[in-house]
């Protein structure tokens, strides 16, 4: 597709459960970053990938959250021991490079029991 | 610390007429990005506008424009004619340059905008 692809879209899962969302970036985009937004909020950085390494993780929570982008396209956000203050829409975006716009995909709503 | 300030939560306008939504940021960095997003209630994120902070004239997009006050540290957002299709929320963001590459956007809480027919 054209634009950037999470999946899945929604997630429930229980408290202390393990979750991974996927985000599959605009094709050519090196740039790539997580965002977590709360109900009523903007949305708050995660964190940034530029090709395979996190340029910027210092937006992660804690320890229980963290990120791959093996191969510098597609990207794992992988949350571990959920709490319910982890339920959020979970933003993922790209963009080419220096000072360019940012493109979200649709976000994935993820739902702590 | 870097920070964006959206103050109205919530506005109206009549279908046809102009609307401001405002935007100030605090940054002591020089060079950074400011950015306007749109996010519908069916919840995605548009991109609507840019303004990088050395430019020297405001940006505009079809019936979005950037007015855009340095020395104020505002960025407000103005649309022209609205459309009963633009009720939704508006968030101003920054970006701030670290070594010519992007890094993350700092997002204010936002403004819903609904529009009367």
């Known amino acids: 597709g054209a634009g950037v692809s999470q999946t899945p879209s929604n997630k429930v899962t229980e408290k202390g459960k393990y979750v991974e969302l996927r985000c599959d970036p605009i094709?050519?985009?090196?740039?790539l970053y997580w965002y977590r937004q709360s109900l009523g909020q903007g949305p708050e950085f995660l964190i940034y990938f530029q090709g395979t390494g996190a340029a910027d993780d210092s937006g992660l929570p804690n320890d229980r959250f963290f990120a791959v982008r093996p191969e510098g396209s597609v990207s794992t956000l992988k949350i571990q021991r959920t709490e319910r203050g982890d339920s959020a829409v979970y933003l993922c975006a790209s963009s080419q490079g220096s000072n360019q716009p940012q493109h979200f995909g649709d976000g994935t709503r993820l739902s702590i029991l | 610390a870097q920070k964006i300030t959206q103050t109205q939560p919530g506005m109206f306008v009549q279908e046809k007429e102009a609307v401001t939504l405002d935007c100030t940021y605090d940054?002591?960095?020089?060079?950074?990005?400011l950015f306007w997003y749109k996010q519908p209630s069916s919840g995605e994120m548009i991109f609507l506008i840019y303004q990088g902070s050395y430019d020297q004239q405001n940006a505009t997009e079809g019936r979005y424009s950037l007015n855009f006050q340095k020395a104020r540290k505002s960025a407000n957002l103005v649309i022209s004619a609205s459309q009963l299709g633009d009720s939704a929320m508006y968030f101003c963001?920054?970006?701030?340059?670290?070594?010519?590459?992007?890094?993350?956007?700092?997002f204010g809480k936002g403004t819903k905008l609904s529009v009367k027919p």
């Open positions: 940054t002591s960095d020089p060079s950074y990005g």
């Open positions: 094709s050519g985009h090196t740039a």
């Open positions: 963001a920054m970006s701030l340059n670290y070594g010519g590459s992007q890094g993350n956007l700092i």
